[in-house]
């Protein structure tokens, strides 16, 4: 059984930083490539970054510079590093993997807010 489990999440200032983490169990970890998406109220769920099995990353336009998306092999773990963040940031995110299908975790909230 596929497990994916989030944390990291809370209320942040506008301008600071946080860090996600999402343990993945139930895979072959390092050949998988693991994302995070966001949703916040009123929208739908939209991709913030993936990782490839290799290390190569991709970001939403809107989280380019700010974000920074890793992984940990060792430790079955993808991260989601948040900087500089803003309000438009608040949102459950979620991290999400496809392994024979698409298997998705219960979402961590962030909160942007001063």
């Not at 939209?46 to 970001?59: C, Q, R």
């Not at 998705?104 to 807010?113: D, H, K, N, Q």
């Amino acid at each position: 059984q596929v497990r994916l489990v989030e944390s990291g999440g809370g209320l942040v200032q506008p301008g600071g930083s946080l860090r996600l983490s999402c343990v993945i169990s139930g895979t072959n970890f390092k050949i998988t490539a693991p994302g995070w998406y966001r949703q916040a109220p009123g929208n739908e769920r939209e991709l913030v970054a993936n990782i490839s099995s290799s290390g190569t990353s991709m970001y939403a336009d809107s989280v380019k510079g700010r974000f920074t998306i890793s992984r940990d092999n060792a430790r079955n773990t993808v991260y989601l590093q948040m900087d500089n963040v803003a309000s438009e940031d608040t949102a459950v995110y979620y991290c999400r993997v496809y392994w024979r299908r698409e298997w998705w975790g219960r979402g961590t909230l962030v909160t942007v807010s001063s």
